[in-house]
């Protein structure tokens, strides 16, 4: 191979993953007949709720980039500067066991990334709770911190493992098996997250038998949607925000309602947050978010494979030893996080495809404005956030988007105001 293609390898398989993954979100984005109408915020909120929205949320996200950038910065030193002692440590106490060393380094460093971080996100949980979003005190929040980071040491510490194994025995061809193993574990995730990882942070019941319950069912059957389970979850234990979604495949899939939802809001509005939510199983949205995945990640992880390698050798470490893990978890950060502003454009897209779906299923655009208005309040949502941000990290249209949905959709429809 020539210099020059060699020099030209690395960011050709970056943008050429980045081209794949847009490709996927035009491919998988749904069909959206319903352009948003210009809205000023101001109609609909007041100077005092925008401003209140804009000090929470504006300190919250620089908080959360700094968070990114210190975990970022000790990758970056682990690569720079790889700690051998340390490494060597490891190695000893594994006796050999080569995998149990990738285990131990890989649950580590999630370790030292959650110490990094865990001034700033003690900061972050503060101002929830001052500004009535958060309803936990330290210890609850605590104990959640140290379960979610020892079953991410203990998902990591067994990727760690799975990567190195795969790197010793396919070499520079690990990305092949790797993305199908990705994809694979995708998946299993997916379909067992809600009945093994989220009852170990909350209380799940069926939402109980009565008018709620069969309306709710009756708006499913009525739209073509087969719902298995409805069921409540008790978020009113950390938070005062409002919620919903879908999650399962197969036997765990299941549409789950915050009880803070069923607490304060009427059952018009109840009615409306499911229909959304609704609109994501009749567009089979998992499976389109698994799809995107699916087309992405093998240019991905060869992407990440070219990033590793270059900086692995810039530290004097080999693929496949165990000083190259920090340097694989780096390239695969840049290429999630490079993924992940891709694929929000596809998030985007289905949020305002349920949008769309709940105001044909309930035709009630007006309520359906109230609604939003009322869950951006309640959960300190900016309006209108910062375009070029929004684009970047958004999920969700704004709820000034949201708004002017309902607001075209009235206009479309002809209706009278309900």
Avoid: C
Wanted: zero cysteines.
């Amino acid at each position: 191979m020539s210099p020059n293609t060699a020099r030209w390898r690395l960011p050709a398989a970056i943008a050429v993953a980045l081209v794949i993954g847009q490709l996927a979100v035009w491919l998988l984005q749904p069909s959206i007949d319903l352009d948003p109408a210009s809205v000023d915020e101001g109609a609909y909120f007041s100077k005092a709720q925008i401003d209140r929205a804009n000090d929470y949320r504006q300190t919250q996200r620089l908080l959360a980039l700094a968070i990114v950038a210190l975990q970022a910065a000790l990758l970056v030193g682990l690569v720079a500067r790889p700690p051998r002692k340390t490494i060597g440590a490891i190695e000893r106490r594994a006796g050999g066991r080569r995998l149990v060393a990738g285990f131990v380094a890989g649950a580590g460093l999630i370790g030292a990334l959650a110490v990094v971080a865990a001034p700033l996100t003690a900061i972050a949980y503060r101002r929830a709770v001052d500004f009535g979003l958060s309803t936990q005190g330290w210890g609850g929040w605590i104990v959640d911190i140290l379960k979610s980071t020892a079953i991410e040491a203990l998902l990591v510490g067994a990727a760690a493992t799975m990567a190195l194994a795969l790197v010793r025995r396919w070499g520079r061809r690990w990305w092949i098996p790797g993305s199908a193993l990705v994809v694979s574990l995708a998946v299993v995730f997916v379909w067992l997250a809600p009945v093994v990882l989220a009852p170990l942070f909350n209380r799940y019941t069926d939402l109980p038998s009565g008018r709620t319950r069969d309306d709710l069912i009756e708006l499913a059957e009525r739209n073509g949607v087969d719902v298995d389970r409805v069921l409540v979850v008790d978020a009113s234990r950390r938070t005062n925000s409002v919620n919903a979604y879908v999650t399962g495949l197969g036997q765990t899939k299941r549409i789950v309602l915050y009880d803070t939802l069923l607490r304060e809001y009427t059952p018009a509005q109840i009615r409306l947050v499911v229909a959304h939510e609704l609109g994501h199983e009749k567009q089979k949205d998992v499976l389109r978010g698994l799809a995107w995945l699916a087309l992405f990640t093998p240019l991905a992880l060869y992407a990440a494979m070219l990033l590793a390698e270059r900086w692995s050798r810039r530290a004097g470490a080999k693929p496949g030893e165990l000083g190259s893990l920090p340097a694989l978890a780096l390239a695969l950060a840049v290429m999630s996080v490079a993924g992940m502003i891709v694929s929000n454009q596809l998030s985007r897209d289905i949020e305002a495809r349920a949008d769309q779906f709940a105001l044909e299923a309930t035709m009630q655009p007006q309520r359906a404005i109230g609604l939003e208005r009322r869950l951006t309040l309640s959960n300190l949502s900016q309006p209108r956030p910062p375009s070029l941000l929004h684009a970047l990290l958004g999920t969700h249209p704004t709820p000034a988007q949201r708004i002017g949905s309902a607001l075209a959709y009235e206009r479309r429809s002809g209706r009278p105001a309900d």
